[in-house]
C-alpha cells in the first residue's frame, strides 16, 4: 500500500541565507574550527524574543530602522556602503520566497560567472543550509562585544534574533564583494530590519493577504501601506496585480515615496506554457515578478536592451529554480512506498494555493503511470495530513480552508471522494524535534510558551476544530504529537533540501 502524506508546517519565521561556503579556501574553513557550529547556534539563540517581548517589540516597530542602523554602524559598515550590494528587495505577503528562488536561478544562468547573495526566512533544518555561518556569526558578535554599550535607541548591547542574522548576511556579502544580493523582507516592509537599504537597484511585491495582522494591520490596504515601505526614491517598483484596495494603496506609496516607476507585472504566455522548477499554479504569478525584476535589475545594472520576449536563458532559469518545502513532493529514502507532500504555508491564501496543488491529478491524484512512477488509486492508498500552527494563528480557518478547497477539487477533477473521506489520519504536531521534548539547535523557538508546549494546548484545540467540522471522522484516527520538524524528524533532508 502507498502512503500518501501531506505536512503542512506553519514556520516560524526565522532566518536563513543562502551563499556557496567553497568560496572559501580549505586551509581557511579550518582555522575558523577554534569556535563551533553549535556554539554559534547556542548564541545566536539568547538572542531570540519569548513571546512576551514579541508582542513588546510590535508596539514599538517603528524605531526599528533607526535601532538597525546604529547597529549596522557599530559593526564597522555605513549605511551607504549597503547600495554595493546591488540589492533586489523582494516582499509580500505569500510568494516572495519563491520570487527570491525564481531570481535566484534566472540570474545565475543569465550570469554564470557573478557570485550571488540569497538571504530569506525560514529556514528548514539548520541555519548553515549553505553559508558558513561560524565565521561570519563571531565577526559580528566580536563587534558588536567591541562596541558593546548600550544606548537610548537600542537600549541593548546585540538586537534580537533576525536582526542578528540580518547583520551577519550583510556582513557576509559584503565581505565576498558579491554581485547581486536578493533580498527578501521578514515580515511587511517599512519597518522590517532588511529596510535599510538606501537605493536597491529594483524592489518587488509578490501577492497581498491577511498575515501578522498585529504588526501589519487589519485590512490589505494596511498591508500595503508597509508592504509598500520598501519602495525607494528613483528606484522602479513592481508588483503582481492586487485586490483593488491594495493596488490603490500601493500606487499612493510609489508616488510618495518617489519610485522612478510602478510596473505592474502583465500576463506572459510564456510563463504559463513553461515548465517551472516550483510546483502549483499560483507559481506563474511569481515566476512573472521573477522575470520582471531581473529584467529591469539587468537593464539597470548591465545595460541590458529591454526584451519583449523571455529568454531561453531566462525560461532555463525558471525551469531549474528549487525551494524546498514549498509544493514539494519527495519519495521516502527509507519507505519506498511512502511519499510525502510538503508544504509551509502558513497563510488561508497560501493554503488555498497548497490545497489546490496537493489535491490534483499533479501530485495526490495521479492515476496515470506515464505521469509517475506512483499510482495512488485509492483503494491501495492511505492518505495522512500531519498539520503543525502555532499559538496565535487561527486553526480553524486553516482547517476549514483545507477542506473547502479539496471538495472544490474533487469536483473539479471527478475523482469521486468527499473531503470528509479524502485523508484516513490526522495528526496535530508540535515544533519540537525529539521525543523526549528538546528542540535541535537550528530549530529553537523560545517564543512559545511552555504550558501550551507541556500541554499541547493548541494541537488539542486543532483536533477539537477538526471534529466539529469532520463530525464523522473516525475518534481514533485523530493524533497529537509533541515532535514536529518533519524534515529533520522524518529524515528528508538529503533528499528534500
Not at 90 to 96: D, E, I, Q
Not at 157 to 165: D, G, I, L, N, V
Not at 356 to 372: G, I, M, Q, R
Not at 376 to 403: A, D, P, Q, W
Request: hydrophobic share 40%; charged share 20%; with cysteine.
Amino acid at each position: 500500500m502507498h502512503r500518501v502524506r501531506l505536512s503542512l508546517r506553519l514556520p516560524i519565521h526565522i532566518a536563513h541565507w543562502i551563499f556557496d561556503h567553497k568560496l572559501f579556501p580549505t586551509a581557511q574553513r579550518r582555522k575558523m574550527s577554534g569556535r563551533s557550529y553549535k556554539d554559534a547556534i547556542n548564541l545566536l539563540n539568547t538572542l531570540q524574543s519569548n513571546a512576551a517581548a514579541l508582542e513588546a517589540a510590535k508596539r514599538s516597530n517603528a524605531l526599528g530602522i533607526s535601532q538597525m542602523v546604529e547597529y549596522l554602524e557599530r559593526i564597522g559598515y555605513k549605511q551607504e556602503d549597503l547600495n554595493t550590494l546591488n540589492v533586489l528587495h523582494v516582499t509580500g505577503t505569500k510568494g516572495k520566497g519563491s520570487t527570491c528562488a525564481f531570481i535566484d536561478s534566472i540570474i545565475r544562468h543569465a550570469k554564470p560567472g557573478w557570485n550571488i547573495g540569497l538571504y530569506t526566512s525560514p529556514h528548514l533544518v539548520a541555519v548553515r543550509e549553505r553559508i558558513l555561518v561560524r565565521k561570519f556569526f563571531f565577526d559580528v558578535w566580536d563587534r558588536l562585544e567591541e562596541n558593546s554599550h548600550e544606548t537610548p535607541l537600542t537600549g541593548k548591547s546585540k538586537p534580537a534574533y533576525f536582526r542578528y542574522t540580518t547583520l551577519m548576511a550583510f556582513h557576509a556579502f559584503l565581505t565576498l564583494k558579491v554581485d547581486a544580493t536578493i533580498l527578501e523582507v521578514g515580515v511587511g516592509g517599512a519597518y522590517d530590519s532588511t529596510n535599510i537599504v538606501p537605493r536597491p537597484i529594483v524592489t518587488g511585491i509578490s501577492s497581498l493577504g491577511i498575515d501578522h495582522v498585529g504588526v501589519l494591520g487589519k485590512t490589505v490596504g494596511e498591508i500595503a501601506w508597509q508592504k509598500g515601505g520598501i519602495f525607494k526614491e528613483g528606484v522602479p517598483a513592481i508588483t503582481v496585480n492586487q485586490p483593488r484596495e491594495g493596488m490603490e494603496v500601493l500606487k499612493q506609496r510609489s508616488v510618495d515615496l518617489k519610485a522612478s516607476e510602478f510596473i505592474i507585472v502583465p500576463p506572459v504566455p510564456e510563463i504559463s506554457e513553461a515548465q517551472l522548477g516550483l510546483a502549483g499554479q499560483h507559481q506563474i504569478s511569481n515566476a512573472g515578478l521573477a522575470v520582471l525584476l531581473s529584467q529591469k535589475f539587468l537593464e539597470l545594472k548591465e545595460s541590458a536592451s529591454p526584451e519583449k520576449n523571455i529568454s531561453d536563458t531566462f525560461l532555463q532559469g525558471l525551469k531549474a529554480a528549487k525551494w524546498p518545502g514549498r509544493c514539494q513532493t519527495v519519495s521516502d529514502p527509507k519507505h519506498p512506498q511512502t511519499v510525502w507532500f510538503l508544504d509551509g504555508a502558513h497563510t488561508v491564501e497560501s493554503l488555498d494555493c497548497c490545497i489546490e496543488w496537493f489535491a490534483s491529478p499533479s501530485a495526490a491524484l495521479k492515476t496515470k503511470p506515464a505521469e509517475s512512477m506512483f499510482i495512488f488509486n485509492r483503494e491501495n492508498t492511505s492518505r495522512i495530513l500531519i498539520f503543525n500552527c502555532t499559538n496565535g494563528r487561527s486553526g480553524t480557518s486553516f482547517l476549514e480552508t483545507v477542506l473547502t478547497k479539496i471538495e472544490a477539487q474533487i469536483r473539479l477533477h471527478g475523482s469521486g471522494e468527499t473531503s470528509h473521506t479524502f485523508f484516513d489520519k490526522v495528526v496535530f504536531c508540535a515544533n519540537v524535534t525529539y521525543a523526549d521534548g528538546h528542540f535541535k539547535g537550528d530549530l529553537t523557538a523560545v517564543s512559545i510558551l511552555e504550558d501550551d508546549l507541556t500541554q499541547l494546548k493548541t494541537q488539542h484545540e486543532l483536533a477539537a476544530a477538526w471534529r466539529s467540522l469532520v463530525r464523522t471522522f473516525p475518534e481514533e484516527n485523530v493524533h497529537l504529537h509533541l515532535v514536529g520538524g518533519l524534515i529533520e524528524v522524518a529524515g528528508l533532508s538529503d533528499v528534500a533540501l
